[in-house]
């Protein structure tokens, strides 16, 4: 029985693989977080490209059926330039999140926050334009967003300020729809759901991906619908210490065994 | 004509190395950010010593004199134990601060901030009682100051209020100083004082590490005193733009050229 398999630069990918585990009751998942290269979104082009061919060579050699790119700065930079070189199935973060957004939106104007990286490469508005191109998209960059996630700040004062600077543009575009684009970003839905109000609707990817590997996996034949129970696995290539500390507030539940994997 | 060699994970060396180049204004220096693999603060121990030894062979393939970790968590956790193996001098920022710090408090009540790395590594820690065994140290990590000056968040409430969090432990012990164990803190120096108050001196290590490479090199019969045109080369390996752009806040002046290394 081959596995899921599913990677990000860190922590973050943990909100992705809680609604796969949710979505797929009876998959294995390996999930690899690349916690010595962590953070990718200060990173160059070239650089996200090659660590995210290293993180799937990584999977591949433990023989997973599909991979899920569970990062939004490694499926917005690398994933358009790499998807055509591999054979496996690869599922990213940014088309269902997108997908959802073009069909939540009346304004025909949504937002988009992320990393620097994911913001730079422009690859939510490229996307949602190729869907409807009357759609007015507004980006902004939030880096100051996951540090604070990693730290535990989800309500704080000083989260609330930063949010509000960093929402300002999108706010006075006026868009009733905000893609969360980086998926630490969840575990601060509060604050932005309070700093953009009551009319703008919160996209978060994850459940979306979670149906699209489902989708994929059906459409591919690859599904196991028998009732049996699954394994998941987690990798990191540093520090699992410092992985299995943060688990809990991005996977909803504590990890047991987190392995370190060398020369990765 | 030997160059100085300065390395540090990033950005945040170039406070050091503003120093140096005021300090030693007829010595040619070579910076190397490792900015593929920062942070380094929340990297294994294992990992911050090999990244360490591969940055100290990269100066050393450019024929340096002298080698300045210019990194608090690569002094702390790494310089320990790989000092002995090179024979080139080594100068960290750890020890000149902790002497400056022992020689500058009265109550015997030090505290010390910096990186998750620094801090677990309890090297200040050590190194002061290794001065001074009756001097209390009290320590805390401030992971989200690193974050706020890459973003030139220096003196707005939402880093204040972290600043009151994060010296909170500090305040209570009572402290007369507080070693800023981190090349970025510089930069919220300003927050730090206000926080900590007036009685309350700060140790900002980058100038006593200057004089302690100046002194190094003169023991070494290696100083050069002849006024001379000298060069500054700025190395990073990867994001050279992102470098750039962040310079002119560490190093007070911006750079002209940053040339990206592979294989680091």
């Known amino acids: 029985m081959k596995a899921i398999g599913v990677f990000d630069s860190g922590v ?12 797929l009751p009876y998959e294995d998942i390996i999930y690899f977080g690349d916690t010595a290269r962590v953070p990718y979104g200060i990173k160059s082009r070239e650089t996200i490209i090659k660590l995210s061919i290293e993180s799937i060579l990584f999977l591949l050699k433990n023989d997973v059926k599909l991979i899920c790119v569970a990062c939004n700065t490694a499926s917005s930079v690398a994933l358009p330039e790499i998807r055509n070189h591999f054979k496996i199935p690869l599922v990213g973060v940014i088309n269902p999140a997108v997908k959802e957004a073009v069909y939540a939106t009346r304004s025909k104007r949504i937002g988009v926050i992320g990393t620097n ?27 100051l967003f996951v540090p604070f996630a990693e730290e535990g700040w989800f309500k704080e004062k000083a989260v609330k300020e930063v949010a509000r600077a960093y929402l300002k543009p999108i706010k006075q575009a006026g868009v009733d ?23 703008v609707v919160l996209i978060d990817s994850a459940k979306q991906v979670a149906m699209e590997v489902r989708d994929t996996l059906g459409s591919f034949g690859l599904l196991n619908k028998a009732a049996r129970n699954c394994r998941h696995m987690f990798y990191v290539s540093d520090n699992p210490e410092w992985f299995k500390a943060l688990a809990k507030s991005f996977l909803g539940q504590a990890i047991s065994s987190v392995r370190k994997v060398d020369n990765v």
């Open 117 to 143: 990286g994911t913001i730079r490469s422009r690859t939510y508005e490229n996307e949602i334009k190729g869907l409807d191109p009357s759609i007015k998209v507004t980006s902004s960059a939030c880096p």
């Open 177 to 199: 729809t905000l893609i969360l684009g980086c998926t630490h970003y969840p575990l601060l839905k509060q604050v932005i759901k309070e700093e953009m109000g009551k009319g």
């Open 12 to 23: 973050g990918g943990l909100t992705v693989a809680k609604e796969l585990f949710n979505e």
